[in-house]
């Protein structure tokens, strides 16, 4: 099952393979509200490698879907820098935004929302191809075929509107639509959170395969950590529009060095923990107490010092840089010392 | 855990809630009997469309009218019948007895009053308290569900508060009159987690206080895990499997239930570097025209099925340690 992809763009080919295909330096976003303005996000900086999921997660109101947006040059960067395959993407426009556009695709959280109830699911997948002058007009219809065949849906199922679909068929929909242009980067925005346990498993283990067959890139959010565990290679965790720690997989959950990321490792229920209060004690009280603080008001210094087990003075006034721990892991955390304690 | 002696103090019997759809009665809930004691918490799970939110609503006497109804069977609490009850009396039972907290804070609490006012209204409709009684009661409530400066929050709209701090004042709301139930239809899912660790050490801490009997609806079985004594899983309106949680989680029997907890990835500490593929149930729930039909509703996703599953749903075993299951496989000893 091959999608015979278009080719990339030159502009790629130039650079050396080892070249991540996203890097992030930098990255603010702001949005004027009535009386400011929120910082959305806060200077984050990250880099995926060709053919790597990368998991930004947080919890609502981090920036971890705004900075994808920006990424996907579907919210305007006030500073710092996107480069898309060594090019410099971030002030782009007209032609040469067009062209990214088809590098760069997005499934979207709720397939409700995201398909246009009047057109046919064949129309839907087939729009972008048409809007992108994708390949010889007289291909569309076979690749609209080879498109429904990889993501599992039947070839008769393209005349049915979407209201006739399930969610999770909706949402393979989505994906094929993502997939039309044959885009390099993928930005999967909470694709499973809208979905019934049982059919979240069958969307990623979709996601899965597409990315080992096609050599796809995700920039993959998500606020569920399992999910992000089950799918990222590389993993940064967000709060209030800044990168609190960011890690290769399997180093976050071996040693966890900012103390947000303990919580939220902590905070996640477990069907592996204690149960009830019949047999083996119930789990401990939560971790950490409070709300996160409102993006419109943050709290100078850190911004998770008002909930922090380890905060200090110096934590209320300092913003801390986010700090290499080798091994590919950083943390921006005063008092992190890299060995999973705190000085 | 030994089955408390007590009797129940919620006891379903044979429940069955139907829906006019298309001219036809289509079984939303079906023949569906479990009891809860005092102090217990009890975790409904099962995809959307299972029937969970419909059995609340029964409890609760606030299934839509038409298209649905009680179709038949018992719902007592305590002494009292409370399917054939006079809606009088219901409203006297709800709210002050079984209250229930929704999904979706923001939708649920009403925007144009206070929060303090919409406490205090059913402090004072089922407490009969006054006006100035009913207030300070509704303070005492937003402190207990750990609102800091519940003075100066109890005269905020919904709008000034964060989900999490709605979320608590829906809780304040459903306990105000200490109800002996309380049922609580997937109270986290718009929250973030670590918010969600502190909503549930709140159901805990006022559970311990006043032994309230909890009815959990989920579809997390991390939070089944972590928060409840006693799994019931439904399927197309029906029960297939119930058992203590503990039993449940580490080796579910129904070949729906197994799916549940298999389909999902789990939080480890040592993740491997390429994913294992997840267990897939395959297919959909069945819509309500196929409620009616005869046979195991689970049969056509079912990996095990067999040709009794098309026939007829199969009689529930039982097993030691309060475990039972609705399944052919048991039936018939084909394990």
């Known amino acids: 099952m091959t999608v015979p992809a278009p080719s990339p763009p030159s502009a790629s080919a130039a650079v050396p393979a080892e070249a991540p295909l996203l890097d992030v330096r930098g990255l603010e976003v702001r949005f004027p509200v009535r009386g400011g303005v929120v910082h959305a996000v806060g200077g984050v900086d990250f880099a995926i490698p060709r053919g790597q999921a990368f998991g930004l997660v947080g919890e609502s109101g981090s920036g971890k879907t705004t900075a994808a947006l920006a990424c996907a040059r579907l919210a305007e960067a006030a500073a710092g820098e996107i480069r898309l395959g060594g090019e410099d993407v971030t002030h782009i426009s007209g032609r040469e935004l067009r062209a990214m556009r088809r590098r760069v695709q997005i499934v979207f959280q709720d397939p409700y929302a995201s398909l246009n109830p009047r057109e046919r699911a064949g129309a839907i997948v087939r729009r972008p191809l048409d809007l992108m002058d994708v390949g010889p007009k007289s291909g569309r219809q076979a690749r609209v075929e080879a498109l429904f065949a990889l993501v599992g849906l039947r070839p008769e199922q393209q005349a049915l509107f979407p209201h006739q679909?399930?969610?999770?068929?909706?949402?393979?929909?989505?994906?094929?639509?993502?997939?039309?242009?044959?885009?390099?980067?993928?930005?999967?925005?909470?694709?499973?959170?809208?979905?019934?346990?049982?059919?979240?498993?069958?969307?990623?283990?979709?996601?899965?395969?597409?990315?080992?067959?096609?050599?796809?890139?995700?920039?993959?959010?998500?606020?569920?950590?399992?999910?992000?565990?089950?799918?990222?290679?590389?993993?940064?965790?967000?709060?209030?529009?800044?990168?609190?720690?960011?890690?290769?997989?399997?180093?976050?959950?071996?040693?966890?060095?900012?103390?947000?990321?303990?919580?939220?490792?902590?905070?996640?229920?477990?069907?592996?923990?204690?149960?009830?209060?019949?047999?083996?004690?119930?789990?401990?009280?939560?971790?950490?107490?409070?709300?996160?603080?409102?993006?419109?008001?943050?709290?100078?210094?850190?911004?998770f010092a008002g909930r922090c087990p380890h905060a200090v003075d110096r934590c209320r006034t300092e913003v801390p840089a986010l700090r290499d721990m080798g091994g590919g892991q950083a943390v921006a955390c005063l008092r992190a010392d890299g060995a999973g304690g705190f000085v | 855990m030994s089955m408390t002696p007590t009797p129940p103090l919620l006891s379903v019997r044979d429940l069955t809630v139907a829906f006019r759809v298309r001219g036809e009665d289509a079984p939303v809930v079906r023949d569906l009997s479990f009891d809860l004691h005092e102090g217990e918490t009890l975790g409904i799970v099962g995809e959307s469309g299972c029937g969970k939110s419909m059995t609340a609503l029964a409890l609760m006497g606030l299934v839509p009218n038409p298209p649905g109804r009680i179709a038949s069977g018992s719902i007592r609490l305590g002494d009292e019948e409370l399917v054939a009850a006079a809606e009088a009396r219901l409203r006297r039972v709800r709210g002050a007895r079984i209250s229930m907290v929704f999904q979706e804070p923001m939708t649920s609490l009403n925007p144009v009053f206070t929060v303090g006012e919409q406490i205090a209204e059913t402090a004072r409709a089922h407490l009969g308290l006054s006006a100035r009684e009913a207030r300070d009661r509704a303070v005492e409530m937003l402190r207990l569900v750990g609102i800091p400066a519940p003075e100066r929050r109890v005269g905020d709209y919904p709008h000034q508060l964060s989900g999490g701090m709605r979320q608590?004042?829906?809780?304040?709301?459903?306990?105000?009159?200490?109800?002996?139930?309380?049922?609580?239809?997937?109270?986290?899912?718009?929250?973030?987690?670590?918010?969600?660790?502190?909503?549930?050490?709140?159901?805990?801490?006022?559970?311990?206080?006043?032994?309230?009997?909890?009815?959990?609806?989920?579809?997390?079985?991390?939070?089944?895990?972590?928060?409840?004594?006693r799994v019931m899983v439904m399927y197309a309106g029906r029960k297939v499997e119930e058992g203590p949680a503990a039993d449940f989680v580490a080796a579910p029997r129904h070949p729906y239930a197994r799916g549940l907890v298999n389909c999902v990835p789990r939080l480890v500490a040592d993740p491997p570097d390429v994913p294992e593929p997840l267990f897939e149930i395959p297919g959909l729930v069945p819509g309500a025209e196929a409620l009616a039909r005869p046979g195991c509703a689970f049969a056509p996703r079912c990996p095990r099925a067999m040709p009794v599953c098309g026939r007829e749903f199969p009689p529930v075993t039982a097993s030691p340690g309060g475990r039972s299951v609705a399944c052919w496989l048991d039936a018939e000893g084909a394990r």
Do not use: W
């Not at chain 2, 709140?202 to 609806?217: C, S, W, Y």
């Open chain 1, 165 to 303: 679909f399930s969610g999770g068929q909706r949402q393979r929909i989505g994906i094929a639509r993502a997939l039309a242009s044959g885009p390099e980067l993928i930005v999967c925005d909470e694709p499973v959170s809208a979905l019934d346990v049982a059919i979240q498993a069958q969307i990623l283990n979709l996601l899965a395969r597409l990315k080992r067959d096609l050599g796809l890139t995700y920039l993959f959010i998500s606020h569920d950590l399992a999910v992000v565990q089950h799918l990222c290679d590389e993993i940064a965790v967000m709060y209030l529009g800044r990168i609190v720690e960011r890690a290769p997989k399997r180093a976050l959950f071996a040693r966890p060095l900012h103390p947000y990321t303990r919580a939220l490792i902590e905070a996640a229920p477990s069907a592996d923990r204690a149960v009830g209060r019949a047999g083996a004690p119930r789990r401990r009280a939560a971790a950490i107490q409070g709300d996160p603080p409102s993006p419109l008001d943050p709290p100078p210094g850190c911004a």
């Open chain 2, 168 to 229: 608590r004042v829906m809780i304040a709301i459903a306990l105000v009159c200490e109800p002996q139930v309380l049922i609580a239809d997937e109270p986290t899912t718009a929250l973030d987690v670590t918010v969600q660790a502190q909503i549930f050490d709140l159901f805990r801490e006022l559970q311990d206080r006043m032994n309230t009997a909890v009815i959990l609806i989920t579809h997390d079985i991390g939070v089944v895990a972590e928060m409840t004594d």
